[in-house]
């Protein structure tokens, strides 16, 4: 008999697309194995609800509320479930909120990236570059992944990843433009106006479905005469096209390392800094700041370096490839796998 496992994630505009991007590739890894996965989400602007349900998956939305309204919410939906498990991705709900839901169900698996807060998780994920996790607390009771390796990316980044690369082109080099599903701080706006002083690249400036400016980025990229997207649902393959990539930290950093994509990289969020940092400090990528931080000017000068030391800068990339193989959702689904289950 299939076993049910609901997921607790939310995306928006100010959320971005981050938590739900990822538990999708983790869901259809699980749908693979047998499993039937519905997901419980916010209904909040920008949410991701129709790619939800375009990927073939049931959706239940409850009311925006504190963590205690929550926790009774997804309670109510779980009563009726009989659920073989919980996965909740989401930096407001902690260890009170995995009590209540977890008396429930079998299981809970949480993933996290802030380390900020305590957990009750039969199982605890964080797949951050960090330095030495063995001083970080687990923030857990049960076990703890830990690592790049667990990335959840979709099948295709794997695919894109076996395929043979054509040469870089220093002549005329792609640079691909991806801030995030949301940017509500609009880096991509910052980016456009250090890449209109870049000459002899080719720019292709990618734009998520929640993002707010894109109607005005739009225009900005007809009159720059660079290439424009809306959201795609090829990632891997509009990645895998770039030479140099200049984007956001967040999940697409492990989407770019699993490519080999060269990139740099502007924080948009507090939870983004040391992970991006300490990857700079061990040469994956080159971090440039906290967007608040970065002007036109400053990563225009970067993008000029990096195409300047083409040697350096694939190099760069080939290493950041060695973090990330595209096989973490397989890895993450047979933890999951040794859960106790009805």
């Known amino acids: ?99 209540a839901t977890g008396s429930l169900v079998p299981w809970v698996f949480v993933i996290d990236d802030t380390l900020d807060r305590p957990h009750a998780a039969d199982l605890l994920l964080n797949q951050n570059y960090l330095k030495a996790p063995e001083r970080l607390p687990h923030y857990s009771k049960g076990a703890a992944l830990w690592g790049p390796r667990y990335a ?18 220093p002549e005329r080099p792609r640079i691909g433009v991806f801030f995030g599903g949301a940017d509500a701080p609009n880096v991509t706006g910052l980016a456009l106006a250090a890449l209109e002083g870049v000459a002899g690249a080719e720019v292709s400036v990618l734009v998520g479905a929640s993002n707010p400016h894109k109607e005005f980025l739009a225009a900005q990229c007809r009159k720059l005469g660079f290439a424009w997207h809306s959201f795609t649902p090829d990632f891997a393959e509009y990645l895998a096209s770039c030479d140099l990539a200049v ?9 770019r390392a699993c490519l080999g994509i060269p990139s740099l990289v502007v924080s948009i969020a507090e939870n983004q800094e040391t992970y ?25 000068g970067a993008i000029q370096e990096a195409l300047t030391d083409w040697p350096q800068t694939i190099a760069m990339g080939t290493r950041s490839a060695t973090l990330v193989d595209g096989d973490g959702v397989r890895r993450v689904c047979e933890a999951l796998s ?3 289950i009805y």
């Open 1 to 99: 008999m299939p076993q049910e496992i609901w997921i607790r994630a939310d995306s928006s505009q100010e959320i971005g697309a981050g938590h739900v991007g990822r538990c999708l590739a983790l869901a259809q890894g699980l749908r693979q194995r047998g499993s039937q996965v519905r997901f419980i989400c916010r209904d909040l602007p920008g949410a991701l609800l129709p790619l939800i349900r375009e990927s073939g998956f049931g959706v239940e939305t409850i009311p925006a509320a504190n963590a205690e309204e929550d926790a009774r919410q997804v309670c109510a939906l779980l009563e009726k479930a009989k659920a073989a498990g919980v996965i909740v991705d989401h930096y407001g709900l902690d260890a009170r909120w995995e009590q």
């Open 338 to 340: 040794a859960l106790p």
């Open 276 to 300: 991006c940092r300490d990857m700079a400090e061990d040469g994956f990528h080159r971090y440039l700041g906290r967007h608040t931080e970065v002007s036109a000017g400053s990563l225009q």
């Open 247 to 255: 984007g956001a930290g967040g999940s697409t950093v492990w989407e």
């Open 152 to 169: 959840l990316l979709r099948p295709d980044f794997k695919k894109q990843r076996a395929t043979a690369r054509v040469a870089f082109n």
